[in-house]
């Protein structure tokens, strides 16, 4: 083999031993929070010696934090508007929203673990606080410009105030999904969200 064959495999194992992390640490923090969440837990789980989770993560905080990032990546890919060939700007907004929650039923790590830390205060601030706070306000700006984009005329008071809405909005039905389960189509009430904030922007 030769010596660039072998870099490729050494990055190859390194990248699925930090993927079996990340989905480890997914499944522990899904079944235990933050503070049930730890290295030798992460390590149980995915069947790597401790030393291996540190050579790719500084500590808890470090891989918690990287468990938000990947999964608002997910998420964030969702959050486009589609076109106008899509039909009308409800259609449009509505089609959005479908896709947001479909990604967050797929992908709801980030918005799971980070509501968690956003409602803790603690003395000194864990990374994936501050990552969750710095990505919330990525996603809040996304909703801006489609808010922006779809009603030019309303003053940046209105669209802040819709943004808020609509993001808070977005918050209550995913809790109420996580409390009650899959009984819950999440798709169907991100739909009628769009729809009640789509209303509220014509009437402003």
Known sequence: MTKSQTA???RANGLESRLRILDATV?????????????????????????SIYWHFK?????????IERSFETWL????????????PLERVTAMAANVAK???DAP?????GLMLALERRP???????????????????ITEVM?????DLDEAAVRTLTTYAVAGADGLFVHREINGDAVDLVAMFELHARLVYAAATRM
Do not use: W
């Open 124 to 142: 000194t601030e864990p990374r994936g606080r501050t990552v969750f706070l710095q990505v919330r306000d990525i996603a809040s700006q996304k």
């Open 77 to 88: 890919a969702a959050v486009e508007l589609p076109g106008k060939e899509a039909g009308t």
């Open 27 to 51: 499944e522990i923090a899904g079944e235990r929070g933050y503070e049930g969440t730890s290295i030798a837990a992460v390590s149980a789980k995915c069947g790597l010696p401790a030393s």
């Open 8 to 10: 490729r495999k050494k």
């Open 103 to 105: 990604s967050l039923v």
């Open 148 to 152: 922006r984009t779809l009603f030019p």
């Open 109 to 113: 790590d980030f918005l799971r673990l």
């Open 59 to 67: 500590d808890k905080d470090d891989l918690i934090a990287a468990v």
